[in-house]
């Protein structure tokens, strides 16, 4: 049953590979923005949507405009992911292409340019990735976001362990994989963002160009 879990970690759009690093991505911008840009959810619009609410109804109202931009810079990443699709084929190599570019650019940015600014940016990013990949095999699933993909997991775990339905031990483990990966992003981005700051977002550049050689490696070889 590993064995057929491992023979399928070819760097497609939808593999679990291609899953695990870019849930590493969205854990680790997460633990960027919150720690270095004023505690903000770059990558989760449902935290932003949270503390929104929670800001406007509290004295500190004024606070809650700043949830504000980056909700509509994720929905402007939806609809540009949508018209990369429309205009390159293949589009996944586009999108990691643009997605590594931004998040280059930001790491360059002085410390005098506004939080916001750089939040919206991270924001745009993630939803290019969510509305690009949200495929593991057959299966859908968020790289940013952890609640869908631990129901999907605890669901097929009641299959697997106690049903002892092999797709769904292998869907269990896929699943676990991506959530391990999320936690770990989000621990690495914790540590490098505290100790190296803005320049962290490099990091998470650096994966991405990793995602974007592979792919292309991989692109290379079918043809």
């Known amino acids: 049953m ?29 633990a960027y923005t919150y720690i270095t840009r004023d ?11 949270v503390l929104f609410a929670v800001r406007a109804a509290s004295p500190e109202y004024e606070g809650a405009i700043q949830n504000v931009p980056p909700f ?16 390159f084929k293949p589009h996944h190599r586009a999108v990691l292409t643009l997605e590594f570019l931004i998040l280059l650019i930001v790491g360059f940015l002085p410390a005098s340019i506004p939080n916001m600014i750089i939040t919206m940016a991270i924001a745009f990013v993630s939803s290019l990735q969510i509305a690009t990949f949200n495929k593991l095999g057959d ?7 952890t609640t869908g993909n631990l129901r999907t997991a605890a669901q097929a775990s009641y299959a697997a362990f106690f049903g002892h339905d092999e797709e769904s031990m292998r869907k269990f483990l896929s699943f676990a ?25 490099w990091i998470a550049a650096g994966i991405i160009l990793v995602s974007v050689i592979l792919y292309h ?3 290379e070889t079918a043809s």
């Not at 879990?5 to 997460?30: C, E, H, P, R, T």
Request: hydrophobic letters at 50%; zero cysteines.
């Open 217 to 219: 490696r991989r692109k």
């Open 72 to 87: 509509l810079a994720f929905i402007a990443g939806v609809l540009v992911a949508e018209l990369i699709k429309d205009k």
């Open 2 to 30: 590993l064995r057929s879990l491992f023979s399928q970690l070819k760097l497609s759009s939808n593999s679990l590979i291609m899953g695990m690093l870019l849930a590493l991505v969205g854990g680790y911008l997460d």
């Open 177 to 201: 994989a991506i959530i391990l990966s999320f936690i770990s992003g989000t621990l690495v981005g914790t540590f490098f963002s505290t100790i190296l700051g803005y320049t962290a977002i």
């Open 139 to 145: 299966w859908s699933y968020n790289s940013t976001i």
């Open 39 to 49: 505690g903000v959810f770059a990558t989760a619009q449902t935290g932003n949507t």
